[in-house]
């Protein structure tokens, strides 16, 4: 019986005998198959492989997590320290025992929230691994599950995760994409996590909103319109995409009204 994890998209499946015949995620038209085809590995398999997990921090308090040599889709994870817990936004495939002593020297993980689905990786082995702490999965996206286990909790529109932490409902490339509010980052003028819901420019000026990144199939301007009032009430000056390096430093408030301009404008007719 094995967890098996699709090597393109990273998503780890419920346990089985088998691999799946295909992959659920990779079938969606937002990702894709692999070139070489299907293919499937396993925890067991990648720590003989030779995968292991970098800590690195991204500013006081947020310690980005990447996979190396990089796996899948190689999106990083944060785990976001602050006074009341910890939290792990969005999470990779790969986690080994050298994972979980360094996280629990960091004071281990309150919460887990993922921005969708193409980062649920192995969400459910990491809560397993840190005393089932509870991990949040929008209402709107729960069929994107792989892996079902008690310790998934569904919400909708917003939940405070802990004091200052807040997760919320974006939508756009995915019914159920959120980002995650910091309002202690960026010395107190606020962070934002954004996953693919938000996606940060390579001039790092601006940022940009697909229905599917790989694939380049753009959002209506509906969906546009829905995300920028979704992170409007909150204080923001700085955003930390899934990519390390990726980063709008500052006035990020700002950016996201003018980049969401702009994509309507070029949108529509
Ligand atoms: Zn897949
Ligand atoms: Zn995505």
Request: aromatic fraction near 10%; proline fraction near 5%; hydrophobic fraction near 40%.
């Amino acid at each position: 019986m094995e967890n098996y994890i699709c090597m393109t998209c990273g998503t780890q499946y419920a346990t089985r005998e088998e691999p799946p015949d295909q992959c659920v995620i990779c079938e969606d038209e937002r990702q894709y198959i692999g070139w070489n085809g299907q293919q499937w590995t396993a925890l067991t398999d990648m720590k003989a492989a030779g995968y292991r997990n970098e800590f690195r921090e991204l500013e006081r308090g947020l310690i980005g997590i990447r996979t190396t040599p990089g796996f899948a889709i190689g999106q990083m994870a944060i785990l976001a320290r602050t006074l009341g817990g910890n939290v792990l936004w969005d999470c990779v495939s790969y986690i080994d025992g050298e994972t979980i002593t360094k996280i629990m020297e960091l004071g281990g993980i309150q919460a887990i929230a993922v921005s969708h689905p193409h980062f649920y990786s192995s969400i459910v082995e990491w809560s397993h691994a840190f005393e089932n702490a509870p991990v949040y999965i929008p209402e709107a996206d729960k069929q994107w599950v792989q892996r079902p286990d008690p310790v998934i909790r569904h919400w909708r529109d917003s939940v405070k995760l802990l004091p200052g932490v807040t997760l919320i409902q974006c939508g756009g490339h995915f019914e159920g994409s959120a980002v995650l509010h910091l309002a202690d980052g960026a010395n107190n003028r606020g962070v934002l996590l954004v996953g693919d819901t938000i996606a940060v420019a390579q001039d790092r000026k601006h940022v940009s909103f697909m229905w599917s990144y790989p694939n380049l199939i753009p959002l209506p301007p509906s969906a546009i319109r829905r995300i920028a009032e979704a992170v409007r009430p909150y204080a923001f000056d700085r955003i930390y995409s899934a990519w390390h390096g990726k980063v709008l430093v500052e006035d990020a408030k700002a950016a996201v009204e003018r980049s969401a301009e702009r994509y309507i404008r070029q949108i529509q007719d």
